[in-house]
């Protein structure tokens, strides 16, 4: 099955902002600032400082999962709204973990 062009683009949004600016944004703060995981899912599942190997595979997973959904309604015309809405999240998400480290880098540097 071949994705409208619009779909495709949505969907390149989504694993750009979503897979790619979370989980890069994320791995930065936890490994070098300190920056706790906020997301309680992906607390209990992988811990408060996700490894960047485990923090991939659910990320991965989550978007293998959200295009599963997107595949089971693609015909309708709302179906385009699933990767609007990663995309979205991951907006929202990359842009706190973004906040978080400038936090940290600023408390960093009053402490010194």
């Known amino acids: 099955m071949a994705l409208p062009a619009v779909d495709l683009g949505w969907w ?39 490894g960047p190997l ?9 978007l293998a999962v959200t295009f599963a959904g997107y595949l089971v309604i693609a015909d309708r ?8 809405v990663v995309a979205a999240i991951g907006i929202l998400v990359t842009l706190s973990n973004l906040r978080a480290i400038i936090r940290s880098r600023r408390l960093t540097a009053n402490s010194h």
């Open 12 to 50: 390149l949004l989504a694993v750009f902002c979503y897979g790619v600016g979370d989980y890069v944004t994320t791995v930065v703060a936890v490994r070098r600032y300190a920056v706790v995981e906020a997301n309680p899912v992906v607390s209990r599942l992988l811990s408060r400082q996700p």
């Open 77 to 84: 015309s709302i179906a385009v709204g699933i990767p609007i």
């Open 54 to 62: 485990g923090f991939a595979v659910l990320k991965l997973a989550t």
